[in-house]
């Protein structure tokens, strides 16, 4: 079996101020069973959590999908509690985040959370921020996805989720599955709109930032 790891290393920048500049490093694994990759959609979603810092900072952060865990850990760099998940059934994956999170010094919960199933674990979370970059890849998942941020959301009334995803198949099936699952969007970005030029010139795609909250609470754009 062939395995290929490295090491990238993704840089923040604030306004000049080398105080309010941080870099992130991430192991990266090529793997027969599984990739690891730092996918465009992680890239955006952790740049908007870098540029939204002070919402994040003291917050409960729970990052769905994680795999490299991109956003979570610069989440968690900003200072929120930021709890890690991804496949109960992926140990390696879950392990490569532990190694991470000691790389970055970072001390983060990490906790198997497969879609869908109701283990005991997840009725004890109550993230007020709840993270998933391309999260929406497998149509076959999306209920069990939605069904997951429902139940959170719904724990959490005040809660978010800020998920990016590429936009293959239009916004309507998005809005379909909120609309089912009791559930409605209160941003959506262009999630090249608010990258910075360098990092925008090394992706590509049609790249969508929603955030989504129950439909029942009231809030405004």
């Not at 690891?36 to 959590?49: D, G, H, N, Q, R």
């Not at 989720?161 to 209160?186: A, D, P, Q």
């Not at 990092?199 to 790249?207: E, F, M, P, R, V």
Request: glycine share 6%; with cysteine.
């Amino acid at each position: 079996m062939t395995t290929t790891t490295t090491i990238s290393q993704h840089d923040f920048y604030g306004d000049g101020d080398s105080e309010t500049s941080i870099s992130i490093s991430v192991i990266e694994n090529l793997k027969e069973e599984y990739g690891l990759f730092v996918w465009p959609c992680s890239v955006i979603l952790a740049e908007y959590v870098w540029q939204q810092r002070s919402r994040f900072r003291h917050s409960s952060v729970l990052e769905l999908g994680a795999g490299t865990s991109l956003p979570g850990l610069v989440a968690a760099k900003v200072g929120a509690n930021v709890t890690l998940t991804d496949d109960a059934s992926k140990p390696e994956v879950l392990d490569n985040m532990r190694r991470v999170c000691e790389l970055n010094k970072l001390n983060c919960n990490v906790m198997g959370l497969t879609w869908g199933v109701w283990d005991a674990p997840i009725f004890d979370l109550r993230p007020n921020i709840i993270l998933g970059a391309d999260v929406l890849y497998d149509s076959s998942a999306f209920d069990d996805l939605f069904a997951t941020v429902s139940f959170l959301l719904q724990s959490s009334p005040d809660a978010v989720f800020i998920t990016t995803y590429h936009n293959r198949s239009g916004h309507h099936l998005i809005e379909f599955l909120m609309v089912k699952w009791g559930l409605k969007c209160v941003k959506l970005l262009d999630g090249f709109s608010f990258l910075p030029s360098y990092k925008a010139s090394l992706l590509s795609g049609n790249i969508q930032l929603v955030e989504i909250v129950l439909s029942s609470k009231n809030h405004e754009l």
